[in-house]
């Protein structure tokens, strides 16, 4: 029997990408330019499954060049970078990797949240740079409580959840926004994000990227948020209006954020690097040992329970 033959848009980790090699004739997708063109011109027709990831995407363009693309798979739960419209207008599966990674996403979400709170990566800099030593006894700012503080989430889908569950260990008040009340949760319901942002000590965003949430965290959130409050983003950069967070960071009208992602990655403004009253983090949410390992597990199960002729382990 033939291998099914793969288009591979990025690389995964070692020992999924050789799995993939060993069972699978696989291309490797070059970068956007002429070695892709001439990839594309010889192999496209041949490609039966496309494995790419959350951050390299697919798009219609792509998807024109496989004229007998069957199957996709990817690496991350996020689904703004892939055109699944697209694919399902041609009847391609999509794969993608949910509740494997909600743990450390959430868990991440309050390692920024204690970060910027307890300002932990501002006094690693101060004992480092020994200031510690040189200045007087407490005159490191003071911090803010986050046992028993009031958390707002914007989205309260898998990760938001897992994010709320772990503020129950804190004691915190949760209430969410979102488009609309999730069944079967106690937390109280906000539609109005401003209010949302109004009550909240601390403000976490767990909601989808894409055109429909770009840019809900605008300056007018940010202002009713206000000096005393803190932004933590572990979801997508476009969901937040990032020039106006660096405004409000620079003018001390909010407390402070903690961001896991960014509008342009890997680009951050570089605004945000004399900041104290900022934790930057480089889309670190998913990556552990333990989670990547079950991601780039969940992309070879999907595309095995494809070719053996059954429904995708997660179908976007
Ligand atoms: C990964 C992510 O960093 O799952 C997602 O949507 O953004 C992250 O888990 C990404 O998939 C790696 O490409």
Not at 2 to 28: F, G, S
Not at 180 to 202: H, M, N, Q, T
Not at 244 to 256: D, N, T, V, W
Request: glycine share 10%.
């Amino acid at each position: 029997m033939t291998r099914p033959v793969l288009l591979q848009a990025i690389a995964l980790l070692p020992d999924v990408d050789r799995h993939l090699a060993e069972t699978y004739t696989v291309h490797q997708l070059p970068p956007a330019g002429p070695a892709r063109e001439a990839l594309l011109a010889q192999h496209g027709a041949s490609i039966d499954g496309l494995v790419t990831s959350a951050r390299a995407g697919f798009d219609q363009a792509l998807l024109a060049r496989l004229p007998n693309l069957r199957v996709i798979s990817s690496f991350g739960v996020g689904l703004d970078t892939l055109d699944v419209p697209a694919a399902q207008a041609r009847g391609i599966p999509v794969g993608y990797t949910p509740d494997v990674l909600t743990d450390c996403v959430a868990d991440l979400a309050f390692g920024l949240l204690l970060s910027i709170g307890r300002r932990i990566p501002e006094g690693d800099r101060y004992v480092r740079a020994g200031q510690w030593v040189q200045k007087p006894p407490a005159a490191f700012p003071l911090g803010r409580q986050v046992s028993h503080a009031k958390l707002g989430i914007l989205g309260l889908g898998r990760i938001g959840q897992a994010v709320a569950q772990r503020a129950g260990g804190f004691g915190m008040q949760v209430r969410y926004s979102g488009r609309r009340p999730v069944a079967g949760v106690d937390y109280g319901f906000e539609p109005s994000l401003v209010a949302l942002a109004r009550w909240a000590d601390f403000l976490v965003i767990a909601t989808t990227g894409g055109p429909e949430t770009r840019h809900l965290v605008n300056a007018q959130v940010l202002d009713a948020l206000g000096p005393q409050g803190f932004l933590v983003n572990i979801a997508r950069g476009t969901v937040i209006d990032e020039q106006a967070l660096l405004r409000a960071l620079q003018a001390k009208s909010i407390g402070g954020a903690a961001l896991d992602v960014f509008e342009y990655e890997p680009r951050v403004p570089e605004g945000f690097f004399a900041l104290d009253n900022v934790v930057l983090v480089p889309h670190i949410a998913s990556a552990t040992v333990e989670t990547r390992k079950a991601m780039g597990q969940r992309v070879l199960d999907n595309l095995s329970e494809f070719f053996a002729g059954r429904g995708l382990v997660s179908a976007a």
